[in-house]
């Protein structure tokens, strides 16, 4: 067994968007092992992304994933704050580009839990957690300041998470095989100003398919239920998980599903590995996939939308299967709007 030992990476934060201008920071991620002993026992890590912009803006991330002996117990973690800038399209499957609305969003969240193995390859876990939100108009008159959205002023959420899991997969970064189920939900409780449930189906499939290659497989089902469900608390559609190549903000409803394939190959994954400069660790991968979002009162298969594109990724670690991701992603063009697309620099696989 290779020796466990700890890494750490710090990356630098550049970027530009219309909303936001130039954008700056620094991130860092820090990979170990509490139990150093047995070969079963995954990787802890924890993950933080700070973002300036020129315009006074602000976005502040820090995750924690920590897994004990033989994966018995594993406790996550996660604070985000962000006094940042989004474009609001309106709710459905048939928002118009010429409505994008840009509105500040002053969020802060902060969640925590345990899952426990109960037995091989399940486990049951909770969690608590702690929101607040406020939204403005940076240009009223737009659809947001006119258009008649639950939770618009924002507010604050007390939240209480439970779920079930089914893991066997060899890895939970860089999957080659196995089989990824989760159920589970996020309600409302105590001080809440909203009054709803968010519960998701997470199913992952992977299969070795040749030397260095997989097959992974992925369908997503979300839904957010209750008496007042604000604008803010639906799914959203795309970012850089499932259907990449559209805007995360630009469709969003009631319900959400998706499905995605993604084929990975590692061509030289089996020469020598000489150091965190390394052909072994090069992969490349392309996917496709298709979801919508809708309300209650009905899904169409007319509004699906198309998702396809590749990248490259580079094994930081090649211990804990971490991975540097660069994505390409192409979706649906609708008459007299650009093709929507999406260019995606993340940590890890998107599924």
Known sequence: MAEKKG??????????????????????????YIDKTS???????????????????????????????????HFFTS???????IYFYGIGAHTKESDADLITAKRFRFVAGAERKIIEHVYA????????DDFTDAAPGGIFDTGKYVGKQGGKLALLGYQLVYDDRDYENYTTKGYYLKAGGWSNFGYSDWHYTFFTIDGRCFIPV????????????????GKDMPFYSL???????YLRGYYMWRYSDQNLVAAQAEYRYRPWGSKRDRGFVSASRIIFGA???????????GFSWNDLFPS???GVRYMFDPLARLTLRLDYAVGSKKTGEDRSTGFYVSLNEAF
């Open 7 to 32: 890494l750490l990476l710090p990356y630098p934060v550049l970027g530009y968007a219309p909303e936001t201008k130039f954008q700056y920071g620094v991130g860092a991620v820090y990979s170990f």
């Open 39 to 73: 070969p079963k026992t995954r990787n802890s890590a924890l993950y933080s992304y700070n973002m300036f912009t020129a315009e006074s803006q602000i976005q502040l991330i820090l995750q924690g994933s920590i897994w004990t002996k033989d994966n018995v117990w």
């Open 79 to 85: 604070g985000i704050y962000s006094d940042f800038p």
């Open 125 to 132: 876990g909770a969690g608590l957690g702690l929101q607040s």
């Open 210 to 225: 040749g030397k260095n290659q997989t097959l992974g497989f992925q369908a997503v089902f979300q839904t957010t239920q």
């Open 235 to 241: 799914s959203n559609l795309g970012g850089s998980s």
């Open 287 to 297: 996917f496709a996939g298709t979801g919508t979002v809708f309300p209650n009162t």
């Open 308 to 310: 396809f594109g590749g």
